[in-house]
């Protein structure tokens, strides 16, 4: 069972003059739900290397037990410090992929042709694909074989419009997670502001915010029969 897990590579939080980046507790819950499960993790970004973490998830207040076992796991953070080139990823390698969250994705990975080739080819072969929190925006152009959206017409979720607005990010990032996937004909539904939910519809598997990351990978896991 191998997992492609893809982080953003982008740190700019659009014009605010702060940092952003992955989500830490997007990657590291889901990374050991794969890992525990057996499974043999890959992890890529558009530029490899250390991917940005935002600095809002390393503060005390968004630490859980995977961020703590993360920053006890010397080869985790090896791992993670050392992501492959989106641009050498062949999906055929791989049984599933995962996107993790944070602000980050919504400029560099809902936009790169990298991701979303391999977003389509991973689709067209039948393979899970997953996203979180702000994640299901790397699925705006990604299309199906017949070339309609991906998410068109499947139950989906993602960062909700409430949950942006009480960051207060509403009119700094480059769209809205919740506003683009029903743009684009997702059935989009969420539950309260930080509260778990995901959704597996198909082989899209889509969870709101941080907290559903867990349920995101566990869903991921049982359509790979793990």
Same mark, same amino acid.
């Given at each position: 069972?191998?997992?492609?897990?893809?982080?953003?590579?982008?740190?700019?939080?659009?014009?605010?003059?702060?940092? #952003?980046?992955?989500? /830490?507790?997007?990657?590291?819950?889901? !990374? !050991?739900?794969?890992?525990?499960?057996?499974?043999?993790?890959?992890?890529?970004?558009?530029?490899?290397?250390?991917?940005?973490?935002?600095?809002?998830?390393?503060?005390?207040?968004?630490?859980?037990? *995977? #961020?703590?076992?993360?920053?006890?796991?010397?080869?985790?953070?090896? #791992?993670?410090?050392?992501?492959?080139?989106?641009?050498?990823?062949?999906?055929?390698?791989?049984?599933?992929?995962?996107?993790?969250?944070?602000?980050?994705?919504?400029?560099? /990975?809902?936009?790169?042709?990298?991701?979303?080739?391999?977003?389509?080819?991973?689709?067209?072969?039948?393979?899970?694909?997953? *996203?979180?929190?702000?994640?299901?925006?790397? /699925?705006?152009?990604?299309?199906?074989?017949?070339?309609t959206p991906l998410v068109q017409g499947k139950r989906v979720t993602g960062f909700s419009n409430s949950e942006?607005? *009480?960051?207060?990010? #509403?009119?700094?990032?480059?769209?809205?997670?919740?506003?683009?996937?029903?743009?684009?004909?997702?059935?989009?539904?969420?539950?309260?502001?930080?509260k778990v939910y995901a959704i597996d519809d198909g082989h899209l598997i889509t969870g709101q915010n941080p907290?559903?990351?867990?349920?995101?990978?566990?869903?991921?896991?049982?359509?790979?029969?793990?």
């Open positions: 069972m191998k997992i492609l897990m893809v982080l953003t590579s982008h740190d700019k939080l659009g014009d605010s003059g702060k940092k #952003t980046g992955f989500w /830490l507790e997007e990657f590291a819950a889901p !990374y !050991y739900v794969f890992l525990d499960a057996g499974a043999d993790v890959t992890l890529a970004s558009p530029k490899g290397g250390h991917p940005p973490l935002d600095p809002k998830s390393d503060e005390a207040d968004a630490q859980t037990d *995977a #961020t703590k076992r993360f920053r006890q796991d010397y080869d985790a953070q090896k #791992t993670l410090a050392t992501t492959r080139k989106l641009i050498n990823i062949d999906a055929d390698r791989f049984d599933a992929v995962f996107y993790p969250g944070g602000h980050g994705p919504l400029w560099d /990975l809902a936009e790169d042709e990298n991701s979303i080739a391999l977003i389509d080819d991973f689709y067209a072969d039948g393979k899970p694909v997953s *996203a979180v929190c702000h994640a299901p925006g790397v /699925l705006r152009h990604a299309r199906k074989p017949d070339g942006e607005d *009480a960051v207060g990010l #509403t009119k700094i990032v480059p769209f809205l997670v919740e506003d683009e996937l029903k743009k684009l004909g997702g059935e989009y539904s969420k539950e309260a502001d930080w907290a559903s990351s867990e349920a995101v990978a566990q869903l991921l896991l049982k359509k790979l029969g793990a």
